[in-house]
């Protein structure tokens, strides 16, 4: 195998994980979803490549929201996330409420409103570029 031929499965690779993550995007905007937005964060963390991020006015929205986005990603193809964390305790810990779907090459924040203004992970990563998406 030469590079010649490695690079195309590469790029497509990262532009399958790109798009389905754009994909994750429009699915929680589309529905219930407030404010998403994709963050590149890939130059600066070596685990993944992409944050989208959203929020849900209460714990039925947030719940419906990451169902949608699991639905949208595996219609476009995409795979399921290797893990979803805050999920079996969908019911607020300590008032806060953030559920976490990772894919691996993108990772999915699904917030409460007041979790979401809490942990402000815009703030965090305010220096790393937005990714526009069609509906955001």
């Not at 969908?90 to 691996?104: C, K, P, T």
Request: proline letters at 4%; zero cysteines; hydrophobic letters at 45%.
């Amino acid at each position: 195998v030469t590079p010649e031929t490695t690079a195309p499965a590469e790029a497509r690779t990262f532009e399958g994980l790109h798009e389905w993550a754009l994909e994750a995007a429009r699915a929680a905007d589309q529905g219930l979803g407030r404010d998403t937005v994709v963050i590149d964060v890939g130059d600066v963390l070596s685990v993944t490549d992409l944050f989208v991020i959203t929020s849900g006015a209460n714990r039925r929205q947030v719940r419906a929201i990451v169902d949608d986005v699991e639905q949208m990603v595996a219609v476009a193809g995409g795979p399921r996330p290797l893990r979803v964390e805050g999920a079996e305790r969908s019911e607020m810990v300590g008032g806060h409420l953030w559920i976490l779907l990772d894919y691996a090459g993108f990772v999915v924040h699904v917030f409460d409103d007041d979790s979401r203004a809490h942990y402000d992970l815009e703030r965090l990563w305010s220096d790393r570029p937005r990714i526009p998406f069609d509906g955001g």
